[in-house]
């Protein structure tokens, strides 16, 4: 497994989640890491991602209550969720990118719901 990531569940609404993504070893000289998120009958969407040098994105429908970070030395990157919502509700893919290759983890259920 290349990618680990954990940290989903069931939370109710205006609760928090973080999750955790490590990356194998394996994978040196990485440059952007990052989730997307997939509801039940949507596409998969970008929520957010961060750079090498720091620089992070979001979606507009996150921003303000989700922070993206990353730890270099441990190849992890982390997402800190706040005020979640029912419409968060999905299962959120990390991702991280080196060099022309992208790797995905396994997925994770986040559930927001009273």
């Known amino acids: 497994v290349q990618l680990q990531a954990s940290g989903g569940g069931l939370v109710q609404p205006g609760g928090s989640l973080r999750l955790s993504c490590a990356a194998s070893?394996?994978?040196?000289?990485?440059?952007?890491m990052g989730w997307y998120r997939q509801a039940p009958g949507k596409q998969r969407e970008l929520v957010a991602r961060?750079?090498?040098?720091?620089?992070?994105n979001y979606a507009d429908s996150v921003k303000g209550r989700f922070a993206t970070s990353r730890d270099n030395a441990k190849n992890t990157v982390y997402l800190q969720m706040n005020s979640l919502k029912s419409e968060d509700t999905a299962v959120y893919y990390c991702?991280?990118?080196?060099?022309?290759?992208?790797?995905w983890g396994q997925g994770t259920l986040v559930t927001v719901s009273s």
């Open positions: 991702y991280v990118r080196s060099g022309t290759n992208s790797y």
């Open positions: 961060i750079a090498s040098g720091g620089t992070t």
């Open positions: 070893a394996s994978i040196f000289a990485i440059t952007m």
